[in-house]
């Protein structure tokens, strides 16, 4: 994709604000991607530390909602540990009817789950869900 076409692909994107809009274009059946800025949201251990300087994107593939709490969907991939060894990454997201994303990563190597950070993002605060032909 080329950087004329990627920024038309953000142009014909649209911003979901609200858990109930994200909500209603994941049961319509439309693609949904959530954007991250993880040093606009902070640590949920510490409350007020700000995340890493990491932007990610997500394109939701599946999803559950539960009685209405929240939106859960998750993703997991390989990847190599700086020691070049095989190791699983966990990623599982929740949005809550507040519009809060909490974001929780574990990693599992060598069949040993270690839970690594856990965030809270707010909506269009360090989390967007964007739809449309550039989601």
Known sequence: MSLISAANACDDASALAHYADVKATLLAGKQVTVLLDLAQCTVEASKDQSGPKVQSGYRINS????????????????????????????????????????????????????????????????ARFVTGSGA
């Open 63 to 126: 999803f559950m909602i539960p009685g209405d709490t929240y939106i859960a969907f998750s993703d997991v991939h390989e990847t190599l540990s700086p020691d070049e060894k095989l190791k699983t990454e966990h990623i599982r997201y929740r949005l809550t009817p507040d519009d809060k994303l909490t974001v929780r990563t574990s990693i599992v190597k060598d069949g040993v789950v270690t839970p690594r950070a856990s965030f809270t993002c707010s909506l269009n605060a360090g």
